[in-house]
Structure formats: C-alpha cells, structure tokens
C-alpha cells in the first residue's frame, strides 16, 4: 500500500469499527478509530468508505470526523457522497407491503419498543436481555420473518442481538461491487 498511488478502505461500522451496545446510538467508535481513518483519509491516497446496515445519516454522526467519508448505509440501499448529497434506491411495492405486514405483527406481539423500521428492512433487537427473554422474543420473530420472507422472496439475518427482515438486494454487497 505504502508503493500504491491509490486504494481503497472498505470498513463496516457495528462491530468493527464500534463495539454493539444496548443502545445503538451509543455505539462510537473505539478509542483512536475515528482519528486514524481520519488521518488515512488525510493522505489523499485512500478513498474511505463505509457500508453499514444503519442509516448512513447514523454512520456519520456517531463516526464524528470530517471530512465526511463516502458511506454506504441500510445494507447498501442508501449512498452519502462526501459533499452530503444523498441517494436511496426506491422499493418494490411487494417489499414495502411484506415490510408493512410485518410492522403489523411487530405491533400486536407487543415488540415495537424493540422494533427498527428502515427503508428496506425491518428489526428486532434483543441485545441487553435476559437468555430466557431472548429466547422467547427470536422463538416468535424467527418462524413469522421467515414465512414473510419467503412469500416475498425477501432474507431474514440474524444479527448479533436481533434479527432483520430485509429486501434482498440491495444488500452491503451492492456497495462494494458499485465501488469497483
């Protein structure tokens, strides 16, 4: 890399870059993260983005730094461009009415307050629970996101701590091709 005129550093946010928390929004990066991919960026030789499952608007608040990198968010259907500007892939309208149907379900199981809507995806977390608890909530979300899912021709994932219903392009992969 140090011989390359150019490259790229493809990095994904919870997880790697910041540890899962309880509290998604208080998942910053490690200590010295943000200032190193700061100063690699400074260089002017690595273009740095970022592809992440989490709005990039999200990505780019808790990352902190400027300029702002180049951010692939909600597994690849959103791009920020470093100058803000933003672009969201639309959706089928069977994927927007699967993600609607499951809302409802979220609803009368009593889970909104563990649910996270996105433009593409639907979750539910249960990082910070009891086993017994988390078993409960995955033993309802498992079977009902994958009937859904497979109707649609959607993907359900299970994350650490939940457990996603989500179109299947496009996914975090879509970024990354998109950049070669």
């Keep these: ?12 946010y919870d997880g790697t870059l910041a540890p899962f928390q309880v509290d998604r929004f208080a ?6 993260v943000a200032a190193l991919i700061q ?5 002017g030789r690595t273009r740095v983005v970022l592809v992440s499952g989490r709005p990039a608007e999200e990505v ?8 702002v990198p180049e951010i692939w968010g909600l597994h690849g259907r959103q791009r920020l461009h470093p100058d803000g500007r933003s672009d969201v892939l639309p959706m089928e309208n069977s994927e927007r009415e699967t993600l609607e149907q499951a809302g ?5 199981q009593g889970l909104e ?10 979750a539910v977390h249960w990082r910070g629970l009891t086993p017994q608890e988390t078993a409960e909530i995955r033993g309802r979300v498992r079977p009902e996101f994958g009937a859904l899912g497979q ?7 299970e994350f650490d701590g939940g457990l996603e219903l989500r179109c299947m392009e496009p996914n975090k992969g879509t970024g990354v ?4």
């Design 151 to 157: 109707r649609a021709g959607m993907a359900w994932l």
């Design 39 to 43: 100063r690699i960026a400074e260089t």
């Design 104 to 108: 409802r379900w979220i609803a009368a």
């Design 60 to 67: 780019r608040d808790l990352l902190g730094i400027t300029p």
């Design 27 to 32: 998942a910053v990066p490690w200590p010295g």
């Design 113 to 122: 307050s563990r649910a996270e809507f996105k433009p593409g995806s639907v």
């Design 177 to 180: 091709r998109a950049l070669r």
């Design 1 to 12: 890399l140090s011989r390359s005129a150019a490259s790229d550093l493809v990095l994904d």
